[in-house]
């Protein structure tokens, strides 16, 4: 469905990213974990037309991508959450939520999105005309997932989504999380919490100083010596 290939990304002389592979089928959730500043978000940002690229391909569904702007990108169903959510926190849950499916694409089915949104997550429909810098951090996740839903992604791409997370809210977030991968959608889920992402996801890959150092089923990496001890601490 989605495949990098050789990818390199720079910020002026320092390259985040070197010769970076990765491939995400359909209905797969694959993690992307490593340290802060191995290039994570650097990954999803070019994906997502966010940064350019230097060298390497990426290619969804037989085209390449390279060069879209993001908008272009959205528009074929790649959607991501950003880090540290990005809400518009003086703007009611719904506004926020309907802020998703500005693209012409999805606009005509606002209505049953948001419908559709409610029922995944009633606590939101309870929360509607609440304003969104008022809700729970776990809430505001919810509604960062929610208005990425509102585009009818075909691939999400969740960039930290349990950061700053209590262990209960961010255990509820991972359930909603495992849920939609299992009603059917494709994720690529970026995280540092390594024990529980693994715990969800198939298929890893681990990043080092803007270099892919490890890839295998997630069953595999948590038994891994070098994961145990560069990110859990054992
Ligand atoms: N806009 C930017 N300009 C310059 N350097 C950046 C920029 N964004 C990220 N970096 C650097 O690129 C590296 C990778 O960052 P990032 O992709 O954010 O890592 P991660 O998401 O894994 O924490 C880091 O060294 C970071 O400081
Ligand atoms: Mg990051």
């Known amino acids: 469905m989605l495949s990098v290939e050789n990818l390199t990304v720079c910020y002026g002389q320092m390259k985040a990213l070197r010769d970076v592979s990765i491939e995400i089928s359909a209905g797969q959730m694959v993690a992307l974990i490593g340290a802060n500043g191995s290039g994570k978000t650097t990954l999803l940002n070019a994906i997502s037309g966010l940064v350019p690229i230097e060298e390497g391909k990426i290619t969804w569904e037989e085209q390449s991508l390279k060069g ?3 908008d272009k990108v959205c528009s074929k169903g790649i959607i991501q959450v950003p880090e540290g959510r990005k809400l518009f926190p003086a703007m ?4 926020n939520l309907m802020m998703g499916a500005y693209h012409p694409n999805v606009r005509k089915q606002v209505q049953e999105s948001l419908q559709k949104v409610f029922s995944t997550f009633p606590r939101l429909a309870d929360r509607r005309r609440q304003f969104a810098g008022s809700l729970s951090g776990g809430e ?6 929610g208005r990425a839903l509102m ?3 075909r691939l999400l791409m969740l960039d930290e989504p349990s950061l700053g997370l209590s262990p209960k809210a961010a255990a509820e977030i991972f359930d909603i999380i495992r849920g939609l991968n299992k009603e059917g959608m494709t994720i690529l889920l970026v995280s540092q919490e390594v024990m ?3 715990a969800i ?5 681990v990043l080092e100083n803007g270099d892919l150092v490890l ?5 595999c990496l948590q038994e891994d010596p070098k994961v145990k001890t560069s990110y859990l601490g054992m």
């Open 68 to 70: 879209l702007p993001p």
């Open 201 to 205: 996801t198939t298929y890893g890959y």
């Open 151 to 153: 585009a009818k992604p």
């Open 92 to 95: 009611t849950v719904e506004e």
């Open 215 to 219: 890839q295998d089923d997630c069953k």
């Open 196 to 198: 529980q992402t693994l």
């Open 140 to 145: 505001q996740q919810m509604v960062a997932l």
